[in-house]
């Protein structure tokens, strides 16, 4: 496998006027890795994919793409890429064969190399039975398949997906992962994804948090949840933060986070002191404890400005 980086950013930036989308992303993706943007709306995601996919020019740093520099070589570095956006870009009016023979043709592939692209796309994804409907008779969860298995004709090197899961039952999102994995392991494809399903994060290589166009955070899941904590603690009523300064007297604290109804807390391992000291305490209205997830670490790592007791 190449050495190259499959991304490799520096400063990477865009304005829109006078608001500032991407601040300035730096990071590296190496060949073959999993890697997800996360963040809300408006963190900067789609602008960054935008950028590395060539639509958008950087307004600040740089950005390769398996070594080409997206605003110097958009040619070279479109070769290498799938991208699958937000809003699906299949014609209704041609069936799902047609939409992908013309997306083959597209990306430089002809004759019998174009049909035989598309017969074996159609067999990975499962799309045999939809294969001569019209693209505007399916579903929004078999569209967003189509749109998939557009992408991945070519057998690019990079795929740059954007909310690729946003509106599709699970059953079809469990399809666009199964796709998305055979393209790692049979193809060695790279995959930059965003998501609101922070689950479907979990198992990547890296994850990136943006907030309000800047890096938060960047590492594993895990280190990311080891960060918050092992187990979050959800406490509520007026003894709250009675407790919660408690906790942090024994040690037992990593993260806090006030809510609308009390505090988020990211503990350590020891649970059974944790719920030793709530059950004295007055004024608990409210406690839960579970596993960190993904998701709680995004919550209190976007929310720095809202962070207590850290």
């Given at each position: 496998?190449?050495?190259?980086?499959?991304?490799?950013?520096?400063g990477l930036g865009r304005d829109y006027g006078r608001v500032r989308a991407l601040e300035g992303l730096t990071f590296q993706v190496a060949p073959?890795?999993?890697v997800g943007l996360l963040g809300p709306n408006g963190a900067g995601k789609t602008t960054a994919m935008l950028l590395l996919a060539t639509l958008l020019a950087p307004g600040r740093g740089t950005a390769r793409v398996f070594g080409h520099d997206v605003a110097r070589e958009p040619r070279a570095v479109r070769h290498r890429l799938g991208l699958v956006f937000q809003e699906t870009s299949i014609d209704g009016l041609l069936t799902v064969r047609e939409n992908l023979l013309f997306a083959a043709r597209l990306a430089g592939l002809g004759g019998s190399s174009a049909r035989s692209a598309v017969d074996e796309a159609i067999a990975r994804a499962g799309l045999g039975e939809k294969a001569a409907s019209p693209a505007r008779h399916l579903s929004g969860g078999w569209r967003r398949l189509v749109d998939i298995t557009r992408a991945t004709?070519?057998?690019p090197s990079l795929l740059i997906l954007d909310e690729p899961t946003v509106g599709l039952d699970p059953e079809h999102r469990e399809s666009l992962w199964n796709i998305l994995a055979a393209q790692r392991r049979d193809l060695g494809t790279t995959v930059l994804f965003s998501t609101h399903y922070l689950e479907e994060a979990e198992p990547a290589d890296r994850a990136v948090l943006l907030s309000r166009g800047r890096v938060v955070a960047d590492s594993t899941p895990a280190a990311l949840r080891a960060s918050v904590g092992h187990y979050l603690a959800e406490i509520?009523?007026?003894?709250?933060?009675?407790?919660v300064r408690a906790l942090r007297g024994l040690g037992t604290t990593v993260t806090a986070v006030r809510t609308e109804r009390g505090f988020r807390v990211g503990v350590s391992d020891q649970r059974d002191a944790l719920m030793e000291l709530a059950a004295a305490s007055p004024g608990i209205d409210r406690l839960a404890i579970r596993p960190?997830?993904?998701?709680?670490?995004?919550?209190?790592?976007t929310q720095g400005d809202e962070t207590w007791a850290r």
């Open positions: 496998m190449s050495s190259t980086p499959a991304i490799d950013t520096e073959g890795g999993l004709l070519h057998r509520e009523g007026p003894g709250a933060e009675r407790l960190t997830t993904l998701e709680d670490a995004y919550f209190v790592l």
